[in-house]
């Protein structure tokens, strides 16, 4: 009997920290400390890939319904809402990738469809906007960023290389 006194205790102990714990502030019911979801992706719709973002589950399109374009990363600074990615392009037999990026919805193209590219990651430090994919250069693809739509490459071309996440550090 007193072995189960003590374990009950426990028991309950246990319980009322989980509720505790599980308790307000979370979530989106617009309480105090309540946090927004936002997550970069794309949609097949039978006739296309449509890149789209989400915001706490509701989908927002990028692209048009027969576009075939994805969202790779997506960056928010207060109402704005940056979004990394590429749409594809048919030239002749080929389909070629545009590295590009989207800001409050408008379509920036970081390259121009004569060789295949991709944007990965996107970072935004004030007015200026970091994204990190590659391009190739015919061969090979170089690892690149791209600051306000000036590409550096990060690689040389001689193997294959792909950038696939930035960070900006302010010094």
């Known amino acids: 009997m007193k072995r189960i006194i003590p374990i009950s205790l426990m028991a309950l102990l246990i319980i009322a920290l989980t509720v505790a714990g599980c308790g307000g502030g979370g979530g989106k019911g617009g309480k105090k400390g309540s946090i927004d979801v936002y997550v970069a992706g794309y949609e097949y719709n ?16 990028l692209s048009g319904e027969t576009d075939y374009t994805c969202a790779t990363s997506i960056y928010v600074s207060g ?7 590429c749409e594809g392009i048919v030239t002749g037999r080929d389909i070629n990738n545009v590295a590009k990026y989207w800001k409050k919805g408008q379509e920036e193209p970081l390259t121009n469809g004569e060789q295949t590219a991709e944007a990965r990651s996107i970072y935004v430090v004030g007015n200026d906007v970091y994204v990190a994919g590659y391009e190739n250069n015919g061969t090979k693809n170089v690892a690149k960023y791209w600051k306000n739509g000036q590409a550096e490459a990060l690689s040389d071309g001689t193997n294959d290389a792909f950038a696939t996440g930035i960070f900006v550090v302010n010094r």
């Open 79 to 85: 109402n704005d809402v940056y979004v990394a990615g």
């Open 46 to 61: 039978g006739s296309g890939c449509v890149a789209k973002y989400w915001k706490n589950s509701h989908g927002v399109p």
